[in-house]
Structure formats: structure tokens, C-alpha cells
């Protein structure tokens, strides 16, 4: 190989390995990973306080990843959180009463909609929406009932002003 | 007194003309640009010399920041209890900080040195003025296809150097330290975004090697025509070009958050 033809070569290797490299860190290391790939169907679940729940965080089955948020949007008339979860087409066995949790990976991780299955023999498709639902755990209200020593007695409410003394 | 102040001043106004030199210096080769991509044998042959032969060292450049930065945040983590978030905090740190920065000043030193060096030695030994003579613009055959160059092999080398990052850290973190495999990627993904941190880090390599390749071809074409002046212009390569290549940095971060 002369040497105009190594270079060449050369220089085309690496144009590919950085593109190659680039290619592996946008879609891998990042939240592309978790994009859904197939068709989904919706579900919503009302929430008195979502915490820290972000778009695209995940909604997991026992644990297993089964779809992403979509959206979070606030309830004008229930004044609610409303929360729409976009679920792969292939899990469309579950129950309609299942009860949906935020729940937190870790002490300081994200959080997520976990899901436990209900025993109803109808499913949820496309449009239904969860009834049954449990908000975030707020660290600040466990703290605050902790030290007024009020937890239980008063009102089951997340809002503010449950750990007022 | 008088001699102090000129003492003092004079460096500083030297750097204050080396700025205005440089500026006047892009702006002709902005116009040169166009007439240089017809040179792309020459192009290709400068993304040979400034990139593919540069591969080497920002490989195991990175390779030891990934582990080191591994080992530093692993520490730090571990006092709030949060070595789970080892994953995202490297990856965030590559590829919006330490990928753009490290990898410049790499390329300053390596690729930055060897175009003064260059470019000053076809100046001393008039190749430059016998290219004018054959009608050939030395601003489109010897500055432009090196500046392309440049912009094109940066990104390109930041992203193998996160690459080799993210592997030294994935190394040290889970296969000696003991983090979660599983936690380590999960982590990751689902907090770095493309756009806000992956490209984001790109911008800053296309500005970064757009500014030092500029610095590197300016301070070549204008080094006196002496060993000791092609010298001097190295030294001076890599001494602008980090000192930019910082201050840049702030401001397109700044700009970019």
C-alpha cells in the first residue's frame, strides 16, 4: 500500500471510530436507552402529590419495566396531579383495579410508578384510568409528624400543615 | 518608575495586538475558506495529522481521567451515602466538562505545537512565498484544510475520550469498588440526556477546536523567520491556547447551561 493510501485509510478509520463512539454515547448512556420502542397504550392514575416524579420515569410491574410517563398535568377540578403512562402494547393483561404507587429507588434516587396487579378479570386498555393510587412519600411530612409526635391521629392528607402541632 | 510601567504594560499590550492580529487573521481565512475545501486531499491529509494521529494519547488520557474521576467521586459519594448516582455524576462530569476541556488542551499540545511548528518552518524557508509565486493562496492551501481540520477531529476525539472515560470509570467503579452493575447504568441513562449533556459537550469540542487550531495556524504564519522564532511561536501556541481554551469554556457554559 503506497503511503497516500494509508493515510487515507487512516483518516477514514477514524472518522468512523469517533462517529462510531458518538453514536454509542448518545444512545446508550443516555435516556434514549428507556425510549419505548413498539406501540403503547395510555393509562392514567390521579395522584394527591406526585414528589419528584419526573417525564419519561419509569412504571414497573414487579419491578420489571412495563412502560414510561408521558405526562404530568394538573387536575383543575380534583385539583390532583393527573399522570399519563404509556404502556408497551405487550402487557395487556393487566387487572383495571390495579393500585399504582410513586415510589423512590434508592434514599436519593428517582422516582417511579410502580404497579400491583388487582384481581379484577377486566384489563386496562387504551384510556382507563387507575383508581386506586398512593402518593410520593415526602421525607418533610415524616419528619414533621415525627416531631409533633401527630402521626395517625390527624387528617391522612399530604398536603401541608399535617405536621402542624 | 516610567521603565517599571513599560515593564509592566508592554506584555500586556503585546497580548492586547496578538488578539487583534489573530481576529484579522480568522477574518481572511473565512474568506479563504471556501477556495480551500478545493484542496480536499490536503484536508484529509490534515484530519490524518491532527486527529487519527492524536487517537493514541487521548485514549489513555481519558482512559486514566475516567478511573481517577471514578475514584475521587466514589470517595466524595460515599459520605452522603449516594454511590449510586456514581454512574450519572461521571458521566455528567465527561461529557459537559472534563471530555471538552482535557481533550483541547490535549490537542493544543499535540496537534496545536506540531501546525506552529509546521507552518513556521515553510515560512522561515520561504514556501510560503514560493506557493504565492506558483498563483497557489498559502491561506487556502496551508491555513484553511489545518483550521477544518481542526473543527472536524475535535468532536470526534471528545467523544472517544468520554468513551474511554465512561470504561475507566465503569472499571474502577464496578469492577473495584464493588458498585452495582445494574445501578450503575440505570443511573446513568436515566439521567443524561442527549441534547443537554452529549451534545452539549459537542458544541463546546467544535468551539475548542476552532479556537485552538485558529491560534495554532496564526501563531505559525506569523513566527519570525528564525529557529528562535518558531520556538518562541510553539511556546506560545500552547500558552494562548490553554489560557482561551479556559476562559471560552466559562463562558460557553455559562451560555450553554
Do not use: C
Amino acid at each position: 500500500m503506497n503511503p497516500r493510501r494509508s493515510y487515507a485509510a487512516g483518516t477514514g478509520l477514524f472518522i468512523l471510530l469517533g462517529f462510531a463512539a458518538l453514536a454509542y454515547l448518545a444512545t446508550q448512556t443516555t435516556s434514549l436507552v428507556n425510549f419505548q420502542s413498539g406501540p403503547t397504550y395510555d393509562v392514567t392514575a390521579e395522584f394527591t402529590n406526585i414528589g419528584g416524579l419526573k417525564d419519561r420515569a419509569p412504571v414497573k410491574l414487579a419491578g420489571v419495566r412495563i412502560g414510561t410517563v408521558e405526562g404530568v398535568k394538573l387536575d383543575e377540578k380534583s385539583m390532583d396531579a393527573k399522570v399519563t403512562m404509556a404502556i408497551s402494547d405487550r402487557y395487556n393483561e393487566i387487572p383495571e383495579d390495579s393500585y399504582a404507587k410513586i415510589m423512590t429507588s434508592g434514599l436519593l434516587g428517582d422516582q417511579f410508578i410502580s404497579i400491583s396487579p388487582g384481581g379484577s378479570p377486566r384489563n386496562l386498555k387504551n384510556g382507563s384510568m387507575l383508581e386506586n393510587t398512593q402518593s410520593a412519600l415526602q421525607l418533610e411530612d415524616l419528619i414533621g409528624k415525627f416531631l409533633t409526635g401527630s402521626g395517625g391521629s390527624r387528617t391522612k392528607s399530604s398536603g401541608t400543615g399535617s405536621g402542624a402541632p | 518608575m516610567r521603565q517599571l510601567a513599560t515593564r509592566l504594560f508592554d506584555p500586556l499590550l503585546d497580548g492586547l495586538v496578538d488578539v487583534g492580529r489573530t481576529g484579522w487573521f480568522f477574518l481572511g481565512m473565512l474568506i479563504a475558506l471556501p477556495r480551500g475545501l478545493t484542496y480536499p486531499r490536503e484536508l484529509f491529509r490534515q484530519i490524518w495529522f491532527v486527529g487519527a494521529k492524536s487517537l493514541i494519547i487521548i485514549m489513555i488520557s481519558g482512559l486514566f481521567v475516567g478511573m481517577v474521576l471514578s475514584l475521587q467521586l466514589y470517595y466524595t459519594l460515599s459520605i452522603f451515602g449516594g454511590t449510586s448516582a456514581l454512574g450519572t455524576v461521571i458521566a455528567l462530569s465527561l461529557y459537559r466538562e472534563l471530555g471538552p476541556v482535557v481533550t483541547a488542551l490535549l490537542f493544543a499540545g499535540r496537534a496545536g505545537t506540531a501546525i506552529t511548528a509546521e507552518v513556521g518552518l515553510m515560512r522561515a524557508t520561504d514556501q510560503l512565498s514560493a506557493m504565492e509565486m506558483m498563483a497557489v493562496d498559502p491561506m487556502a492551501f496551508v491555513a484553511s484544510p489545518r483550521f477544518l481540520a481542526g473543527i472536524i477531529a475535535m468532536p470526534l476525539l471528545v467523544a472517544v475520550f468520554n468513551l474511554m472515560g465512561l470504561f475507566g470509570g465503569h472499571l474502577v467503579g464496578v469492577s473495584w469498588l464493588g458498585i452495582d452493575n445494574g445501578t450503575f447504568w440505570s443511573n446513568m441513562t436515566s439521567n443524561v440526556s442527549v441534547w443537554k449533556d452529549v451534545v452539549n459537550g459537542e458544541w463546546k469540542a467544535l468551539a475548542f477546536g476552532a479556537l485552538v487550531s485558529l491560534i495554532a495556524v496564526y501563531q505559525g504564519y506569523s513566527a519570525p523567520p528564525t529557529s528562535e522564532g518558531v520556538a518562541n511561536a510553539t511556546t506560545r501556541t500552547v500558552v494562548s491556547s490553554s489560557i482561551a481554551i479556559l476562559a471560552l469554556d466559562f463562558v460557553l457554559t455559562a451560555f450553554l447551561m
